[in-house]
């Protein structure tokens, strides 16, 4: 069974930063494309970002881009969101997600980050 | 670009079909067969429940189909049962490896 774990998530204040894990288990990490998604309390899904398998592409939705940049690390089975300059409209749990036919497929539990002061 | 365009509520009884609309752009819904569509309960994490317009993956009953027309896709729920009140989110490509989500639909079992 396809298991993800989202971690890293907390406070922040507006203009930091903070760093997502998303740990992969139970398939095949290093041939997966994976994406993060996000929704802010109330609100729907929004997705932010994803990444091939070798890594080599990766693409972020526009409220994000240049601010958050989307990793992996195969050799531990690990997905990474960093995210910079940090917004109270980035406030969220965010998912990540492994990929079927361009979209979002299995989900991890997510995990809360709020920006404020 | 704008969220895709899903009715806000929708209700049914138990034993009936319900149907979910959403409605994009020739760039998205309408210009690739890449449209899923996701269930949503309170507090959880969503659950993936049909890909490539109309196919369900392991696990999802057969009461959940898919179809698209035009630039629109439908979720249809057939036998509702209680357990299918949720939140409904669809979701296409949208070309360029980016990928837009429908603004939800609240399903309410009667």
């Known amino acids: 069974d396809v298991q993800l774990a989202e971690s890293g998530g907390g406070l922040v204040q507006p203009g930091g930063s903070l760093r997502l894990s998303c740990a992969a288990s139970?398939?095949?990490?290093?041939?997966?494309?994976m994406h993060w998604v996000r929704q802010a309390p109330g609100k729907g899904l929004v997705w932010v970002s994803r990444?091939?398998?070798?890594?080599?592409?990766?693409n972020y939705a526009d409220s994000v881009k240049g601010r958050f940049t989307i990793s992996r690390d195969d050799a531990k089975n690990m997905l990474y969101l960093q995210m910079n300059s940090l917004r109270a409209e980035d406030t969220a749990v965010y998912y990540c997600?492994?990929?079927?036919?361009?979209?979002?497929?299995?989900w991890g539990q997510g995990t809360l980050v709020t920006v404020s002061s | 670009q704008s969220a895709l365009t899903q009715p806000r509520s929708v209700s049914g009884s138990p034993g009936q079909s319900v149907t979910i609309s959403c409605t994009g752009t020739?760039?998205?819904?309408?210009?690739?067969?890449?449209v899923s569509w996701y269930q949503q309960h309170p507090g959880k994490a969503p659950k993936f429940m049909l890909y490539d317009v109309s196919k369900r993956p392991s696990g999802v009953p057969d009461r959940f189909s898919g179809s698209k027309s035009g630039n629109t896709a439908s979720l249809t729920i057939s036998g509702l049962q209680a357990e299918d009140e949720a939140d409904y989110y669809c979701c296409s490509y949208a070309g360029s490896y980016t990928v837009i989500f429908g603004g939800g639909t609240k399903l309410t079992v009667l």
């Open positions: 997600a492994t990929d079927v036919s361009y979209v979002p497929s299995s």
């Open positions: 990444i091939t398998s070798d890594g080599s592409t990766t």
């Open positions: 139970g398939f095949t990490f290093r041939t997966s494309w």
């Open positions: 020739s760039s998205d819904v309408g210009g690739y067969n890449y």
